[in-house]
């Protein structure tokens, strides 16, 4: 009731809050210099290559209504305007599966209906738009965004789960269609004889598979044992799209005797042709459409603006985790009102709207964590080194470097100071010790206790939307893509999002054999794997289990499944109500913690295992050999899941439990 009597309250707090701040968003992304590209090329190819993906899968959808131009041209808008005027700059917004999933139903109800048929399936869908604004401007207004603490764990990683199986379905579906005649093609053509639909199938199979499996692998680069640090971090984050190519490149290696269109490639008009043309008009078209439908417009709109507050607070907190240590306010209010002016643009002009998408949106605070990281790294080396060749003090040194991280970062002294605890004593523990093992060393100390810090700016979001409108015009291109590779790609988004889902790890827990778990604790593990008794895990697990098949069941029926948004809406009531009779509160609040605590593992001495830091120094004392080669890229990814979501990282402090992790230490059964 307090919120309802305080309209735009919130939004007033995050503009006094964000306006001190606005300059020096720009001044810090131009500070970067050419540095700042790297972030921008990382989250363009992270953005277009979805975007594309999504474009075929709702040409195909809806017939031609809709392709991948307006869903790059709806991604680059939307980019632009937030990068500008957003309140949060490092929250990336593009088209998602949530908004193709309900343009598909809302053409699917349109086409069903002789009053609306496929001719003005967009002006209704800009009525939808419409309403959807509405609603997010009166959410904006009246704060709801102080309730997304209500959306925890057990809401967001259902939602991901859902969304990875609907892409592992779009892929099926996908390859299932290679071997397929497309609707509305003439069957007599030389490509569509069986022996040719039999070959693209085949061929789909292959470049389906090959791209998912290269893509995975290139992921995963960066711990590769081969190859230097910079070739490792280069095929981590641009191998997908170097895959992409790579198999479309291939794909042209067919013999010359096989037909035109074999393998058949993405299908999409030109933004300069008609048909890409003629939904910039789609607001005349608005008033054609019968007034009892422009109201109707408003039962699918709540569900819209519901999936969208869901969604864009969910990325926009991710993108602003308190492990990034952001300097700057968050906007959650001013953000949703911007969002509700940007679907009604969208809406008004033909286009699917564009929202905060995930994991783009802490992909994107995480590679400028690590461009601000090597700013700092780099300055904090060089004044150590100065001030040892000058014979200076342990304590000298320590001050010299708290004094760069100061002025780079532009924190209070007593802020820095706690932060940088650790580096002082690593520094400090050497002083007045001539043993070399204890010798400060500027490139490993520093590695190793440096605290995360984001360059926080708003030029690497509007280069990276300003790359996607310039894709545009690069369609011709585009079209080269073999819809198969697409299938492969569905199919690598699922299960790239998989790692670091709590939910995906505990149904995976759940087909380990009692006398095997003792694997899991010898790894990196989720707290709850300790601390919650094994059967009410299995209970919590299969209620999601459950939850998960009723919400996408919902997903398949023909009208009704636009309500598919409904079911995490009535979830945050359960678990605020029904789970804690249900559960143990603590348990329950291990199981669905806001954070993702992960404790390290227990290994026995007989395994061979890779070091920490700390041990690798007191094991070999003065050995350059052993020096283990970690890039910054590689320390974050250790620590972020494929969500984007930062761990926290502990010490087992189960002491009771090392009895459990190696077989030789039980006691056998007679």
């Known amino acids: 009731m307090e919120n309802l009597r305080a309209p735009s309250r919130g939004i007033a707090t995050d503009l006094r809050g964000r306006v001190s701040f606005y300059k020096q968003d720009w001044i810090g992304g131009f500070r970067a210099g050419i540095g700042i590209l790297a972030p921008t090329t990382y989250i363009f190819f992270a953005s277009a290559l979805p975007v594309i993906a999504f474009g075929e899968q709702l040409s195909r959808d809806t017939d031609g209504s809709l392709s991948t131009v307006e869903t790059l041209v709806s991604t680059a808008l939307c980019g632009i305007i937030h990068s500008i005027f957003g309140g949060q700059p490092l ?241 959650y209010h001013y953000d949703m009102l911007l969002l509700g002016f940007l679907t009604l643009l969208c809406g008004l002009i033909g286009l699917p709207p564009s929202n905060g998408v995930l994991p783009q949106s802490p992909m994107h605070t995480k590679s400028l964590a690590v461009l601000k990281r090597q700013l700092i790294r780099r300055k904090m080396v060089e004044s150590a080194k100065e001030s040892i060749k000058q014979n200076a003090s342990n304590s000298e040194i320590y001050g010299k470097m708290q004094d760069v991280f100061v002025d780079i970062d532009s924190s209070t002294v007593t802020l820095v100071a706690r932060e940088l605890e650790d580096l002082k004593e690593a520094v400090m523990k050497s002083e007045n010790n001539e043993n070399t093992k204890e010798k400060f060393d500027p490139e490993k100390h520093i590695d190793a206790y440096l605290p995360v810090r984001v360059n926080e700016q708003r030029l690497s979001n509007l280069l990276q939307s300003l790359l996607v409108a310039a894709s545009v015009s690069a369609m011709p291109a585009i079209k080269l893509i073999p819809t198969s590779v697409l299938w492969g790609y569905f199919a690598y988004m699922a299960i790239d999002s998989l790692p670091g889902n709590q939910f995906w790890e505990r149904m995976l827990l759940l087909f380990i054999t009692p006398g095997r778990r003792y694997k899991i604790l010898e790894g990196a593990h989720a707290s709850f794997v300790e601390t919650v008794p094994y059967k009410y895990i299995a209970i919590f697990t299969l209620f999601q289990l459950v939850y998960l098949l009723v919400c996408f069941g919902v997903t398949w029926i023909p009208i009704a499944g636009i309500l598919f948004p409904l079911p995490f809406f009535v979830l945050i009531s359960i678990r605020q109500y029904l789970l804690p009779k249900l559960f143990n509160p603590y348990h329950l609040r291990e199981l669905d913690a806001a954070e993702y605590e992960e404790i390290t593992g227990n290994p026995g001495p007989s395994l061979n295992v890779n070091l920490s830091f700390r041990e690798r120094e007191k094991s070999s004392p003065g050995s350059d050999d052993n020096e283990i080669e970690l890039c910054n890229a590689e320390l974050l990814d250790e620590l972020t899941t494929s969500r984007g979501e930062l761990k926290i990282r502990s010490v087992s402090f189960d002491e009771d439990r090392k009895s459990q992790v190696h077989p030789r230490d039980m006691v056998p059964i007679e």
């Open 91 to 331: 929250l990336i917004l593009g088209v998602a599966e949530p908004t193709v999933i309900m343009y598909t139903y809302l053409y699917n109800f349109a086409k069903g209906n002789k009053d609306l048929g496929q001719e003005l399936y967009l002006a209704w869908a800009g009525w939808v738009c419409v309403w959807t604004a509405l609603f997010l401007f009166l959410l904006a207004i009246f704060n709801a965004c102080t309730v997304i603490n209500r959306f925890t764990r057990i809401a967001g990683e259902l939602f991901g789960m859902l969304i990875a199986v609907l892409f592992i379905q779009q892929a099926i579906k996908g390859v299932v269609s290679e071997f397929e005649i497309p609707k509305a093609e003439n069957v007599n053509l030389e490509k569509y004889q069986f022996q040719w639909l039999y070959t693209n199938g085949l061929l789909g199979i292959i470049f389906t598979f090959g791209l998912l499996y290269t893509a995975l692998k290139s992921r995963k680069a960066r711990s590769w044992k081969y190859g230097t640090g910079w070739l490792r971090s280069f095929i981590a984050d641009y191998g997908v799209p170097l895959m992409v190519v790579v198999w479309a490149t291939l794909s042209f290696c067919v013999p010359r005797k096989v037909p035109s269109g074999v393998p058949r490639r993405l299908f999409s008009p030109l933004p300069w042709e008609s048909a890409s043309l003629h939904h910039w008009t789609v607001i005349e078209d608005m008033a054609k459409v019968p007034p009892a439908y422009i109201f109707a417009a408003s039962i699918p709109a709540v569900m819209i603006a519901g999936l969208y507050f869901f969604d864009h607070s969910v990325a926009s907190q991710l993108a602003q985790q308190k492990e990034f240590n952001l300097k700057n306010p968050s906007a």
